[in-house]
Every structure is written in structure tokens, then in C-alpha cells.
């Protein structure tokens, strides 16, 4: 067996690899050992996915809603303890669900709590823009779940074509950064985060940490020697507590998901008619703006 993004023997490996880390509260769309070789699973794992974790967005949603490492520990934020008089120190807190705790680089700052202070908590909602960590994130994600679709028997039609040259330029921006400085990718809000969904057939209601799927777009139709040929675009769609993330899998260009967006309304390809959204009633949170972060931390 060899790795798909090395291309090098992996039978030894023993990781596996999940397309979206568990982390981010993915438990069960992974690879099979071996597909992705322990050498390029570390590396995506330090380089791509802890870089990407540690940003202050990652480090925000994750500690909201609180979704635990790897090893069952909660996300440390920084927040900032404020007295009366509008005096301010750093601290770091977490939440498991049950229980809050909050950490002091000095003893004596503990009186901002008990003389009637407050704890300032920032709230991110959203990943910086053109993000390049993010950007090679989605393109890791995009090519191991185009392999982990080809095991499903209804898109086995494209288990041919993994190694062909149309995916080489997507394969290597993820692994080594190499064939273009940045590939653009779409990047909205389509639920928030929270929110439940009902499914209709058995009405129980649930929340979707993480959803993913392909779509493609007919350009035309060719007929050679007698043979019907589809010209298609393939994209990959992400969504992550509610915020869509959108890449090309063949080249560096979003501006075709762009156009069919306008086409459909701007209804995301993963909306599904047999679910129904019931929103979060603690949406209009009071944010935090990170001017004032900035001016905190003065």
C-alpha cells in the first residue's frame, strides 16, 4: 500500500487518519490505516491542523462549545479579569460542561473577582480571511475525502482517476505547499452555531459539529466517437460549526461556485429538505470586538 499524498510504501503505518480532526468533533469520517502514511499524518497533524487549532477563532469556537483535544482535555482562552474601576489582568479559563476554572499568573489578582469584578471573555465568530493555513486545510481535507468517497459504491467512478493529473496540483499544495502561493476558497455562515436540526423521519433532534460533501457543476456535454462525455467542476464542501468553507479540487479558482451560488439562490449544497433548523436561542450573544482585545491587553 502506498500513501496517497507521498505516494511512499505506508504497509507499517499504523495512524489514521481523520479528515477533519477529532478535535474539531469529527469521530468517524477517517481513512483506513495505512492510506495516509504516519510521516504525512504528522506532519498535517503539527504543521496544518495545530497551527490551525491555535488560531484565535479555533481556540474561541472550540472552548464555547466546548469540544475537547484529542485527550478529553478542555480548550484553554485567554480572558481578562476586570475590576470596578476598569483595571484589567490576564488570565486563561475553561468549561468541561459542568465545571469553570480560571488561571492567575499572580495570586493577588484573585481580588479583581472577589471586590466585584467580572470575567471579559472574547468572542470570535469567524476565521480571519484568506487564512493560507486554513486554505491547505481545505485542500487535505478535499483530496483524502475524494479517496474516502471512492470506498462508497455510488461514486466508485472516480476511483480511476485519483492518481491523474488533475488532482496532482490540489495533492501537492496540501502535502508541500507547492503549484500556486494560494488557493482561494469560499468562506460564509450558513447556521449558527448551536443550532439544532430535527430530522423529520424520526424527529429527533441533533447538532452537526461537522458535515461535508462534493459538488459538481456541468460546463458541457461532448459526444466523441459516439461516447457522451460530462465536463464537470468539482468542489469541496466543508461545514464546520455552521460556517461553509468551499474549495476547487481541480485548479485554484472559486469563482464558478460563486456563479452557481447566484443561480440557487445562495442555498448551500448541503441544505437538506428532510431536516429542519431550530436556531440557537442564545444567538445574539454580546461580543467583544478585537479592537478591545487590543486595548485589554495594553
Not at 507499517?12 to 478535535?23: G, L, R, T, Y
Not at 455510488?154 to 488557493?183: I, V
Request: charged share 30%.
Amino acid at each position: 500500500m502506498n500513501c496517497i499524498f507521498c505516494h511512499n510504501n505506508s504497509d507499517n503505518s499504523k495512524s489514521i487518519e481523520h479528515i477533519v480532526p477529532e478535535s474539531l468533533g469529527n469521530k468517524h469520517t477517517v481513512l483506513w490505516r495505512g492510506a495516509v502514511c504516519d510521516k504525512c499524518n504528522n506532519y498535517f497533524a503539527t504543521k496544518i491542523e495545530k497551527e490551525l487549532l491555535q488560531q484565535p477563532y479555533f481556540v474561541s469556537a472550540r472552548r464555547r462549545n466546548i469540544i475537547k483535544t484529542k485527550k478529553g482535555r478542555s480548550v484553554q482562552q485567554e480572558v481578562f479579569l476586570v475590576n470596578k474601576k476598569g483595571q484589567h489582568v490576564p488570565a486563561m479559563f475553561d468549561y468541561d460542561g459542568h465545571h469553570g476554572n480560571i488561571y492567575l499568573r499572580d495570586i493577588k489578582d484573585v481580588d479583581s473577582l472577589i471586590k466585584g469584578g467580572r470575567v471579559v471573555e472574547p468572542i470570535i465568530l469567524e476565521p480571519e480571511a484568506n487564512n493560507y493555513i486554513l486554505s491547505r486545510f481545505l485542500a487535505k481535507c478535499a483530496f483524502e475525502y475524494l479517496v474516502y468517497r471512492t470506498k462508497e459504491e455510488n461514486f466508485c467512478e472516480f476511483s480511476e482517476y485519483l492518481k491523474d493529473e488533475q488532482f496532482e496540483l490540489l495533492r501537492k499544495y496540501a502535502r508541500y505547499g507547492e503549484g500556486c502561493k494560494f488557493w482561494p476558497y469560499s468562506q460564509r455562515r450558513i447556521y449558527g452555531e448551536g443550532d439544532q436540526f430535527k430530522d423529520l423521519s424520526s424527529n429527533k433532534s441533533y447538532e452537526r459539529l461537522n458535515e461535508m460533501d462534493f459538488l459538481s457543476i456541468e460546463l458541457d456535454r461532448k459526444i466523441e466517437n459516439g461516447d457522451e462525455y460530462l465536463i464537470l467542476e468539482l468542489y469541496y464542501v466543508l461545514v464546520i460549526l455552521g460556517i461553509e468553507y468551499v474549495i476547487h479540487i481541480g485548479e485554484p479558482d472559486i469563482s464558478g461556485y460563486h456563479k452557481w451560488l447566484q443561480k440557487n439562490n445562495y442555498k448551500s449544497p448541503v441544505e437538506s429538505i428532510e431536516d429542519i433548523r431550530i436556531p440557537n436561542e442564545y444567538e445574539d450573544i454580546p461580543l467583544i470586538t478585537e479592537k478591545l482585545i487590543r486595548k485589554l491587553k495594553k
